[in-house]
Protein backbone atom coordinates (compact mmCIF):
# COMPACT_ATOMS: atom_id res chain seq x y z
CA UNK A 1 0.00 0.00 0.00
CA UNK A 2 1.26 3.50 -0.76
CA UNK A 3 1.88 5.89 2.02
CA UNK A 4 3.67 6.54 5.08
CA UNK A 5 4.30 3.68 7.81
CA UNK A 6 5.50 3.86 11.13
CA UNK A 7 6.48 1.37 13.30
CA UNK A 8 6.51 0.26 16.16
CA UNK A 9 2.42 2.05 17.24
CA UNK A 10 3.73 1.60 20.86
CA UNK A 11 7.16 0.91 22.63
CA UNK A 12 7.60 0.56 26.25
CA UNK A 13 11.20 0.51 26.70
CA UNK A 14 13.66 1.25 30.02
CA UNK A 15 15.89 4.19 31.14
CA UNK A 16 19.38 3.13 29.26
CA UNK A 17 18.11 0.89 26.59
CA UNK A 18 18.70 1.57 22.89
CA UNK A 19 15.51 1.94 20.91
CA UNK A 20 14.81 2.63 17.12
CA UNK A 21 11.62 3.92 15.64
CA UNK A 22 10.86 2.74 11.94
CA UNK A 23 9.72 5.23 9.17
CA UNK A 24 9.05 3.98 5.23
CA UNK A 25 7.35 5.76 2.65
CA UNK A 26 6.71 4.39 -0.41
CA UNK A 27 6.58 7.93 -2.74
CA UNK A 28 10.20 8.36 -3.03
CA UNK A 29 9.83 11.36 -1.23
CA UNK A 30 13.46 13.35 -0.93
CA UNK A 31 12.40 15.37 2.32
CA UNK A 32 11.94 13.06 5.44
CA UNK A 33 11.28 14.13 9.29
CA UNK A 34 10.90 13.20 12.63
CA UNK A 35 8.97 15.07 15.28
CA UNK A 36 8.18 14.61 18.54
CA UNK A 37 4.60 15.54 20.38
CA UNK A 38 4.21 16.56 23.69
CA UNK A 39 1.86 18.32 25.38
CA UNK A 40 2.21 22.27 25.51
CA UNK A 41 4.72 22.00 22.84
CA UNK A 42 3.22 20.86 19.77
CA UNK A 43 4.92 19.28 17.22
CA UNK A 44 8.56 19.61 17.22
CA UNK A 45 11.31 18.89 14.58
CA UNK A 46 14.29 16.67 15.61
CA UNK A 47 16.05 15.59 12.37
CA UNK A 48 15.25 16.09 8.80
CA UNK A 49 16.98 14.51 5.86
CA UNK A 50 17.10 16.49 2.16
CA UNK A 51 17.69 12.52 0.56
CA UNK A 52 19.63 9.59 1.22
CA UNK A 53 22.81 10.35 3.07
CA UNK A 54 22.29 13.99 3.61
CA UNK A 55 20.86 14.78 7.40
CA UNK A 56 20.30 17.38 9.63
CA UNK A 57 19.26 18.93 13.18
CA UNK A 58 15.87 19.98 14.24
CA UNK A 59 15.38 21.84 17.13
CA UNK A 60 14.95 19.11 19.75
CA UNK A 61 18.52 16.35 18.47
CA UNK A 62 20.28 15.74 21.48
CA UNK A 63 20.13 12.29 22.36
CA UNK A 64 18.55 11.03 18.77
CA UNK A 65 20.18 9.43 15.59
CA UNK A 66 19.43 9.20 12.32
CA UNK A 67 20.62 7.46 9.63
CA UNK A 68 19.07 7.08 5.42
CA UNK A 69 21.03 4.84 3.92
CA UNK A 70 17.67 4.43 1.69
CA UNK A 71 15.27 6.62 0.44
CA UNK A 72 12.51 5.09 1.98
CA UNK A 73 13.72 4.69 4.93
CA UNK A 74 14.54 7.05 8.19
CA UNK A 75 14.94 4.99 11.24
CA UNK A 76 15.60 7.34 14.20
CA UNK A 77 17.67 6.15 17.07
CA UNK A 78 17.19 6.95 20.91
CA UNK A 79 21.01 5.69 21.80
CA UNK A 80 20.15 5.73 25.56
CA UNK A 81 16.62 6.22 26.46
CA UNK A 82 15.97 9.14 28.93
CA UNK A 83 12.18 9.57 30.82
CA UNK A 84 12.18 12.83 29.32
CA UNK A 85 12.17 11.24 25.60
CA UNK A 86 8.67 9.80 26.49
CA UNK A 87 6.59 11.39 23.95
CA UNK A 88 4.67 10.35 20.91
CA UNK A 89 7.01 10.33 17.74
CA UNK A 90 5.69 10.79 14.17
CA UNK A 91 7.23 10.83 10.76
CA UNK A 92 6.50 12.79 7.50
CA UNK A 93 7.63 13.01 4.36
CA UNK A 94 7.19 15.55 1.38
CA UNK A 95 8.30 15.70 -2.13
CA UNK A 96 10.31 18.88 -1.79
CA UNK A 97 11.98 21.02 0.94
CA UNK A 98 9.44 23.41 2.65
CA UNK A 99 9.51 26.81 1.04
CA UNK A 100 10.71 25.62 -2.23
CA UNK A 101 7.22 24.64 -2.87
CA UNK A 102 3.88 24.48 -1.13
CA UNK A 103 4.19 20.76 -0.46
CA UNK A 104 2.54 19.44 1.73
CA UNK A 105 3.95 16.95 4.38
CA UNK A 106 2.63 13.47 5.15
CA UNK A 107 2.75 12.05 7.99
CA UNK A 108 3.03 8.49 9.68
CA UNK A 109 0.40 7.25 12.34
CA UNK A 110 2.69 8.03 15.44
CA UNK A 111 4.49 6.09 18.14
CA UNK A 112 3.78 6.37 21.15
CA UNK A 113 6.97 5.52 23.40
CA UNK A 114 7.20 5.30 27.04
CA UNK A 115 10.74 5.15 28.63
CA UNK A 116 10.51 3.97 32.43
CA UNK B 1 14.72 31.21 13.48
CA UNK B 2 11.62 30.87 12.76
CA UNK B 3 8.56 31.15 14.93
CA UNK B 4 5.04 30.32 15.00
CA UNK B 5 2.71 31.23 18.22
CA UNK B 6 -0.94 30.20 18.72
CA UNK B 7 -2.20 32.25 21.68
CA UNK B 8 -5.43 30.29 22.04
CA UNK B 9 -5.20 26.82 23.89
CA UNK B 10 -8.72 25.73 23.73
CA UNK B 11 -11.54 26.91 21.69
CA UNK B 12 -15.26 25.85 21.65
CA UNK B 13 -18.49 26.31 19.07
CA UNK B 14 -21.70 25.46 18.78
CA UNK B 15 -22.54 22.92 15.10
CA UNK B 16 -23.27 25.19 12.17
CA UNK B 17 -21.37 28.44 13.74
CA UNK B 18 -17.88 30.24 12.93
CA UNK B 19 -14.78 29.64 14.24
CA UNK B 20 -11.50 31.69 14.01
CA UNK B 21 -8.49 30.10 15.08
CA UNK B 22 -5.63 32.71 15.64
CA UNK B 23 -2.00 32.45 14.63
CA UNK B 24 0.84 34.99 14.55
CA UNK B 25 4.67 33.77 12.98
CA UNK B 26 7.91 34.91 12.48
CA UNK B 27 10.78 34.29 9.92
CA UNK B 28 13.50 35.93 8.03
CA UNK B 29 12.68 34.12 4.87
CA UNK B 30 10.99 35.70 1.77
CA UNK B 31 10.08 32.00 0.43
CA UNK B 32 7.99 30.50 2.63
CA UNK B 33 4.27 28.80 3.09
CA UNK B 34 1.53 28.62 5.59
CA UNK B 35 -0.19 25.83 6.60
CA UNK B 36 -3.33 24.46 8.86
CA UNK B 37 -2.97 20.64 9.80
CA UNK B 38 -5.87 19.22 11.83
CA UNK B 39 -5.05 16.21 14.30
CA UNK B 40 -8.48 14.53 15.46
CA UNK B 41 -8.21 12.20 18.42
CA UNK B 42 -7.27 9.28 15.53
CA UNK B 43 -3.78 11.00 16.44
CA UNK B 44 -3.51 11.33 12.13
CA UNK B 45 -2.16 14.40 10.58
CA UNK B 46 -4.45 15.76 8.05
CA UNK B 47 -3.61 19.17 5.96
CA UNK B 48 -6.48 21.39 5.82
CA UNK B 49 -5.42 24.25 3.75
CA UNK B 50 -2.11 26.11 2.48
CA UNK B 51 -1.34 29.43 1.82
CA UNK B 52 1.89 30.79 -0.68
CA UNK B 53 3.37 33.59 0.97
CA UNK B 54 3.40 35.66 -2.32
CA UNK B 55 -0.21 35.17 -2.65
CA UNK B 56 -2.65 38.06 -1.67
CA UNK B 57 -5.40 35.97 -1.89
CA UNK B 58 -6.50 34.34 0.71
CA UNK B 59 -6.89 30.69 0.34
CA UNK B 60 -10.39 28.73 0.63
CA UNK B 61 -11.00 25.29 0.75
CA UNK B 62 -14.50 24.53 1.02
CA UNK B 63 -15.74 25.75 4.52
CA UNK B 64 -12.28 26.88 5.40
CA UNK B 65 -10.67 29.87 4.84
CA UNK B 66 -7.64 31.91 5.65
CA UNK B 67 -6.82 35.62 6.76
CA UNK B 68 -3.21 36.06 5.62
CA UNK B 69 -1.94 39.36 6.78
CA UNK B 70 1.53 39.41 5.59
CA UNK B 71 2.80 42.63 6.80
CA UNK B 72 1.28 41.85 10.32
CA UNK B 73 2.59 38.33 10.36
CA UNK B 74 -0.94 36.97 10.93
CA UNK B 75 -2.72 33.67 9.51
CA UNK B 76 -5.79 32.91 10.90
CA UNK B 77 -7.95 30.35 10.32
CA UNK B 78 -11.64 30.34 9.80
CA UNK B 79 -14.29 26.88 9.55
CA UNK B 80 -18.05 28.00 8.72
CA UNK B 81 -20.61 26.19 9.21
CA UNK B 82 -18.70 23.86 11.83
CA UNK B 83 -19.44 20.58 12.44
CA UNK B 84 -19.03 17.72 15.10
CA UNK B 85 -16.35 16.30 12.81
CA UNK B 86 -13.86 19.11 13.12
CA UNK B 87 -13.52 18.79 16.41
CA UNK B 88 -9.90 17.84 16.33
CA UNK B 89 -6.40 19.53 17.50
CA UNK B 90 -5.38 22.38 14.83
CA UNK B 91 -1.82 23.09 14.49
CA UNK B 92 -0.47 26.10 12.07
CA UNK B 93 2.47 25.59 10.94
CA UNK B 94 5.27 27.61 8.73
CA UNK B 95 7.21 26.02 5.84
CA UNK B 96 10.45 27.74 5.04
CA UNK B 97 13.99 26.79 4.84
CA UNK B 98 13.47 23.13 4.12
CA UNK B 99 11.30 22.53 7.20
CA UNK B 100 7.97 22.56 8.84
CA UNK B 101 8.22 24.42 11.78
CA UNK B 102 4.70 24.22 14.06
CA UNK B 103 3.03 26.04 17.00
CA UNK B 104 1.70 24.51 19.99
CA UNK B 105 -2.27 23.68 18.83
CA UNK B 106 -5.46 25.11 19.57
CA UNK B 107 -8.07 22.24 20.60
CA UNK B 108 -11.31 23.29 18.96
CA UNK B 109 -14.25 21.29 20.07
CA UNK B 110 -17.25 21.81 18.66
CA UNK B 111 -20.36 20.82 20.73
CA UNK B 112 -24.23 19.67 19.24
Known amino acids: DAGITQSPRYKITETGRQVTLMCHQT?????MFWYRQDLGHGLRLIYY???????DKGEVPDGYVVSRSKTENFPLTLESATRSQTSVYFCASSEYGQGLGGAEAFFGQGTRLTVV | AQTVTQSQPEMSVQEAETVTLSCTYD???????LFWYKQPPSRQMILVIR??????QNATENRFSVNFQKAAKSFSLKISDSQLGDTAMYFCALGSNYKLTFGKGTLLTVNP
Open chain 2, 51 to 56: QEAYKQ
Open chain 1, 27 to 31: WSHSY
Open chain 1, 49 to 55: SAAADIT
Open chain 2, 27 to 33: TSENNYY
